[in-house]
């Protein structure tokens, strides 16, 4: 049987991911508070006005310690807490501009000095900002993660990809053939749209963030492609949950 096995969320874009029992799926949408706010750094001309690509933000591809953070999102008091192991826990509200100085004060240390530093949070009206102009949700394939350890001969840890929804039981990379299929988990239907490729923010330990797997060549090497993952869109609104069943329609 496929089966979800972890759902999470990444409130601050790049900045953190938080597990979930289950969550409530809306369709055309991306996951609620996934993504719900982007870091924008000094070069970018994010304004939070519309969607733009993911080089506008800070992110783990070109500053590796962002990966080690962990979140907590209060939704009810829109407070967001940070975890990291070389940080002292953070709490703030992301839509609150008097908070931004003790944010970027926090955030400053895991930068890279030569990189663009962060200067701003945005938000976009009614989306997350997803790695795709559509609204995206990512399937992830633990068939898919033990066959890339085996390649690599190391575990490599689930939380390097960032992904929404984890799954198993499928054949190793199957999921990359379900672009344009249609599937089922709980009460929301997905439709498959493509394969996701994947950056440097992959080798990344999260419990360090420090670069220490060579993801990509490993890929490249073993599949001659840097895919792992499906990006997949909600077609129908419904909740999902941790056990659910995964049909293929």
């Not at 826990?89 to 609150?96: E, L, M, N, V």
Request: charged content about 25%; overall charge positive; some cysteine.
């Amino acid at each position: 049987m496929i089966q979800v096995y972890e759902i999470f969320r990444h409130p601050l874009k790049s900045h953190g991911r938080e597990a979930l029992k289950a969550v409530r799926l809306t369709a055309n949408k991306t996951m609620p508070w996934d993504r719900c706010w982007a870091v924008a750094h000094e070069a970018s001309t994010a304004d939070g006005s519309e969607w733009v690509p993911c080089a506008n933000f800070s992110r783990g591809s070109k500053a590796p310690s962002l990966m080690a953070i962990s979140a907590k999102f209060d939704e009810a008091n829109k407070a967001l807490t940070l975890f990291h192991p070389n940080r002292k826990d953070f709490t703030f509200q992301p839509d609150d501009s008097s908070q931004l100085s003790g944010f970027l004060a926090w955030i400053k240390p895991l930068m890279p000095a030569k990189r663009a530093q962060s200067t701003r949070i945005i938000r976009v009206p009614d989306r997350g900002s997803t790695d795709t102009d559509y609204p995206s949700i990512s399937i992830n394939s633990y068939a898919s993660l033990r066959d890339l350890s085996r390649l690599m001969k190391t575990e490599v840890s689930p939380l390097r990809w960032r992904g929404n929804i984890w799954i198993d039981g499928l054949s190793p990379w199957e999921e990359h053939s379900w672009g344009g299929k249609k599937f089922k988990i709980g009460g929301v239907v997905f439709e498959g749209v493509e394969p996701i490729v994947r950056c440097l923010a992959t080798t990344a330990n999260p419990d360090t963030g420090e670069r220490d797997a060579d993801t990509l060549g490993a890929l490249k090497k073993g599949w001659e492609h840097q895919n792992f993952g499906l990006y997949a869109q909600v077609i129908k609104s419904g909740k999902i949950s941790v056990e659910d069943k995964v049909e293929l329609l």
